[in-house]
């Protein structure tokens, strides 16, 4: 069992920044990539940036320049810093990470609750 736990979300002016982070514990033998992704209500799902154990990044041209993903493999912890915020990047912010508990297991994809994003105009 796992569970990533994300904090960091808020209320931010347009043109201001914040940092999220997302914590992942329990019985973990080793993570994968770990991701943010964004869901405005009545819209899809979509993926803001992915960062792999080494460190490669991919990021959806929206926030290209903007966000910056990284993590800390000794804490299971990844990070997205969030600068020059737009109203249009107000959303719910899901971290999830690709987590095996044992040296044999596969891969399994984990999620977190969500936090919550507004940047006001």
């Known amino acids: 069992q796992v569970q990533l736990v994300e904090s960091g979300g808020g209320l931010v002016q347009a043109g201001g920044s914040l940092r999220l982070s997302c914590a992942a514990s329990g019985n973990i033998y080793s993570i994968n990539a770990m991701g943010w992704y964004r869901q405005a209500p009545g819209k899809q799902r979509e993926l803001v940036a992915i960062i792999t154990y080494g460190g490669s990044t991919n990021y959806a041209d929206s926030v290209l320049g903007r966000f910056t993903i990284s993590r800390d493999n000794a804490k299971n912890t990844v990070y997205l810093q969030m600068s020059s915020l737009k109203p249009e990047d107000t959303d719910v912010y899901y971290c999830?990470?690709?987590?095996?508990?044992?040296?044999?297991?596969?891969?399994?994809?984990?999620w977190g609750q969500g936090t919550q994003v507004t940047v006001s105009s």
């Open positions: 999830n990470a690709d987590i095996r508990y044992c040296g044999w297991c596969n891969y399994r994809t984990n």
